[in-house]
C-alpha cells in the first residue's frame, strides 16, 4: 500500500513539474506574441487592400504600381509554364534569395498566414492535448539529449568518445516530403502549363478566403468556392498533419537556398548548456523549435539548420540564456564552444540541478 501511495505521489508531482515547466515556457516565449502580433498586422493590412481593391495584392503577389515581387515559387513555375526569361519573376527570385540567404526561412515564423491559423488551432487545443503532443515530441528529444550526457561522462572516466561509435546518438531524421512535392509541383507545371500548385496553395487559398466571405456577406455573391476553398484550406492545414514540415514546396524552395545562410544563425555556448555544463538533461530549446529542430544537435533532428526559421523561441525559452542569435556566424551553425568555468543560470533553476 505505502509502494503505491509513493508511486501516486510520484506521478502526481511529475504531472505537476510538466504544468510548471510548461507554464514558465509559455511565460517565456515572448518573441512568440511578438511575431503573432506582426502577422496578424500584415495579414488584415493585405485583406484590407484586397477588398477595397487597393492595389496592395496578396503575398502570392504583392508589391504597389510598378513595384512587384511575385511568391518564388509561382515565379519560377510561371517561367516553366511559359518555357520563357520574365523579368520580373527573375527579379522576384533574386531578391527573395537575397532575403533567405540573410534570414533564412523567417517568412514562415513571422508572416505567413498558415502561422496564424497555428496559432487559432493550438489556442481552441485543450490543455490535455496539448501537454500529450509536448509528451511525445519530448521523449525522442530527451533520447538524444541523454546520450550526449552518457558520452560525456564516458569520456570523462577515460573512454575516448568517437573511437567505437557507441557513444554517437543515431541519427533519427525522417526523409524531407517536401522536397518530392516540390518536384511534383514543378513536373506539373511543365506537363500542364501553368502553376498548379498555385490553386491548392494555403496562402493564397487564405486570402482568397477572406475575399469569397467578405464578397458573400457584403454583396451576397456566394458560389460553390465559398464551400470548396475553405474546405481545401482545412484538408491541408489540419488533415494533413504538419503542412509546414512535411508538404510546403515553397518551405523546401527556401531551404534549398538558406542552408548556405550564416547570418542570424542561432548559436549554443557550451560553457552555459545545461548538457555540456552540468551534464543535466534539458533539450527545451528543441522542445519549443516548431521546426522540428533539435538546435543542440541539428544533425540527428527532424530538420537541420536549414530549416532555422528565426523565431527567437529558443532564446527565449532556454533557462541558462546559452543561446544567442549573432549577425554572422563564423563557424558551424548551431553549436560553438567557449572557455567559460561556470555558467550563469536563472536563480529558479538552481536547486533543481543540484
Known sequence: MADNKNLQEAATAEKAAKKATAASDAKKLKTRKVRTVVGAVVFVGLSAGLIAGVSTGTMSGFGWETISMLCPLGALGTMIATKTMIPRAVVSLLVIAALVLLVGRAFCSWLCPTMLIDR????FRSPKKRRELAEAKNSEIKAISKQEIEALKAAKSGHACGVCGKCAPKPH?????RHAVLGGALLSTAVFGFPVFCLVCPVGLTFATVLLFWRAFAHGDATIGLILIPAMLVIELFVLRKWCS??????ALMNLVSRFSRTFVPVIDDAKCLETAKEASCSRCAEVCEADINIRHPEFGLRTMADCTRCRDCIDVCPTKAITMPV???KKAGKTVVEIPDPVMDDDLRPSLD
Do not use: W
Not at 487559432?120 to 489556442?123: A, G, L, N, S, T
Open 173 to 177: 531524421g525522417k526523409v524531407d516530403s
Open 328 to 330: 554572422f556566424v563564423g
Open 120 to 123: 487559432i488551432r493550438d489556442f
Open 246 to 251: 512535411n508538404f510546403c514546396p515553397l518551405s
